[in-house]
């Protein structure tokens, strides 16, 4: 019997519902045994060596070459130039740095080449995807306080109980609608935890501002005592046009930049360009390094913001 095949998916709503859909696709269409895994920017640092004699599939990461199944969206994908040159579109591989998300590229994917009939529930989780991804939300109220299941389940990854949390919903996103997924008991308890650090974030926020300048946000919510909001900066100061702030998580301390999907600039900058410098990744409207030391992300955040403030100017 072969070996199952591993989906290293990004720890988000994208990446989560893209390994669901990936894994169905694959059951389904492939009589594939699959598990699941998620990844994050840390385990690129030995990236050569990543799963080396295992077989796996890789959704809304970074190419890898020994990838059996590769997609993704976003530009800065490639962590080599050999990579870049390595890759040419194909029946299992495929970059669209145009879609919002990256679930719509793998179930059109599988719709051309695999004859795969695409179903309501995964159209749905497409929508949310592309909403949630690329903050395509109609206002910062509905960011912030949409209870839709799929904003629902969404908010609750901030508070995930266990670090292996996301591969239990993936599981259900395989076979389940979202408003089942919403429904589970452990998905509940996150949300009303999650909501309330949602109201204690917004009210904590104003005192993390370091300064305004030239449109751009620079915070420090780094310490633990502090809740994460990521809307928190367009909520209280809807003139700016990008926040760039130190966060805490897991893995260490974050640092973070996203434009005001609300009061985006004409022109900008390639927030996920930038992140990619400091050996994080990202879009053209927001990206995320984790650099290790709280010293070393509040510099790069500082940098981050400097660069943003000379382009605006």
């Known amino acids: 019997m072969a070996e199952p095949i591993t989906i290293h998916y990004h720890r988000d709503f994208d990446g989560m519902v893209s390994a669901a859909a990936l894994a169905h696709v694959l059951r389904e269409m492939k009589d594939e045994r699959v598990e699941w895994r998620s990844v994050n920017y840390d385990q690129r640092r030995d990236w050569d060596n ?3 004699g295992r077989r796996f599939a890789i959704v809304d990461f970074h190419f ?83 209870d839709d299941p799929a904003l629902r389940i969404s908010r609750c990854l901030a508070v995930a109980p266990t670090p292996d949390w996301q591969d239990k919903i993936v599981r259900d996103m395989i076979d389940l609608r979202l408003e089942e997924v919403a429904m589970r008991p452990d998905v509940e308890k996150a949300w009303t935890r999650a909501a309330r650090n949602r109201d204690k974030a917004l009210d904590h926020f104003p005192g993390t501002v370091i300064d305004v300048e030239n449109g751009v946000m620079l915070y420090d ?77 509040h510099e790069i955040a500082e940098e981050i913001a400097i660069r943003i403030r000379r382009a605006l100017a």
């Not at 633990?224 to 990008?242: C, G, L, S, T, V």
């Open 50 to 52: 990543f799963q080396r």
């Open 64 to 146: 890898h070459p020994r990838a059996e199944y590769w997609f993704d969206h976003h530009p800065t994908t490639f962590l080599e130039p050999e990579h870049e040159e390595l890759y040419e579109p194909s029946e299992n591989w495929l970059l669209d740095t145009s879609s919002p998300s990256c679930p719509p590229i793998i179930l059109h994917h599988a719709e051309k080449h695999w004859g795969y009939t695409i179903s309501e529930r995964f159209h749905e989780m497409i929508h949310w995807s592309n909403v949630i991804d690329a903050a395509q939300f109609e206002s910062v109220d509905e960011a912030l306080f949409g």
């Open 221 to 297: 919510a780094s310490s633990n005592k502090i809740r994460r909001e990521r809307f928190a900066p367009f909520f209280h100061d809807p003139d700016i046009f990008y926040a760039v702030g130190v966060i805490p998580t897991r893995g260490g301390f974050h640092v973070t930049c996203g434009v005001n999907p609300w009061n985006t600039p004409e022109g900008g900058v390639h927030v996920g360009e930038i992140m990619n410098e400091y050996g994080g990744g990202g879009h053209k409207a927001v990206g995320g390094v984790n650099p290790g030391s709280k010293d070393r992300s």
